[in-house]
């Protein structure tokens, strides 16, 4: 069984700010981790997806989230947040091929708000 | 590539009908799978199908039902639908079902 743990249902930051969105994940096998985004009444965007290789994975709007096996974690970063940042950000993970088992479990989302 | 379209992109029902929602994968991807997003539950898995086989299958009533056709296009099925039905239903493509694009969803309101 999977499941992924968002903390902070509601982040606020300055334009230029650090952006720093937390996700933990749990899993009895290697897992996929994933980053969408979702603007209002639009689908969900790729940010970024780890599978293996490089734990540090650099994603799209310059977005990267670095996994972490020991914590458990797959935060999502961004050195300056811009206005256009704004909207809510899913944390998802799902099963490494085996069992071809890929669905997504999704944490709650974040909603980021970014202040001018 | 053209991304993944799902049609209609918003619906209205009574309680009691049925609904077929339709999607269409990015061209060459062989697997579609369907979620829910709503208010309260937040997003959740439906179904995966892959070459015209359910090959996953969420923990939802059997009113859902979704197939796959042989150019990998998905419908998906709700029958008898109930207020709590009312959500966004995205649908999602992949190649092999590991990196999952999404459409832009079909709002569905039940009255």
């Known amino acids: 069984a999977q499941s992924v743990t968002q903390l902070g249902s509601h982040v606020s930051v300055s334009e230029g700010a650090l952006v720093l969105l937390r996700c933990n994940y749990s899993?009895?096998?290697?897992?996929?981790l994933f980053w969408y985004v979702q603007y209002p009444n639009q689908g969900l965007q790729l940010l970024l997806k780890?599978?293996?290789?490089?734990?540090l994975v650099k994603g799209i709007n310059g977005f990267e989230a670095e996994f972490k096996k020991s914590e458990t974690s797959f935060h999502l970063t961004k050195p300056s947040a811009h206005m256009s940042d704004a909207a809510e950000y899913f944390c998802?993970?799902?099963?490494?091929?085996?069992?071809?088992?890929?669905?997504?479990?999704f944490g709650k989302g974040t909603l980021l708000t970014v202040n001018p | 590539k053209a991304g993944v379209t799902q049609t209609p992109r918003y619906l209205i029902k009574t309680r009691g009908q049925q609904v077929t929602l339709s999607c269409s994968p990015i061209?060459?991807?062989?697997?579609v799978s369907w979620y829910q997003q709503t208010p309260g539950q937040g997003l959740q898995f439906l179904f995966e199908?892959?070459?015209?086989?359910?090959?996953n299958k969420g923990n939802f009533p059997g009113r859902f039902s979704g197939r796959q056709f042989s150019n990998s296009r998905s419908e998906m099925n709700v029958s008898t639908l109930e207020l709590g039905d009312s959500a966004l239903y995205l649908c999602?493509?992949?190649?092999?079902?590991?990196?999952?694009?999404f459409g832009p969803g079909t709002r569905l309101t039940v009255l």
């Open positions: 199908y892959f070459s015209e086989t359910q090959r």
């Open positions: 899993s009895s096998v290697p897992p996929y």
């Open positions: 999602a493509s992949s190649l092999y079902g590991d990196t999952q694009y």
């Open positions: 780890y599978t293996t290789g490089a734990t």
């Open positions: 061209s060459g991807h062989r697997s």
């Open positions: 998802a993970v799902s099963a490494t091929s085996g069992g071809s088992n890929y669905k997504l479990t």
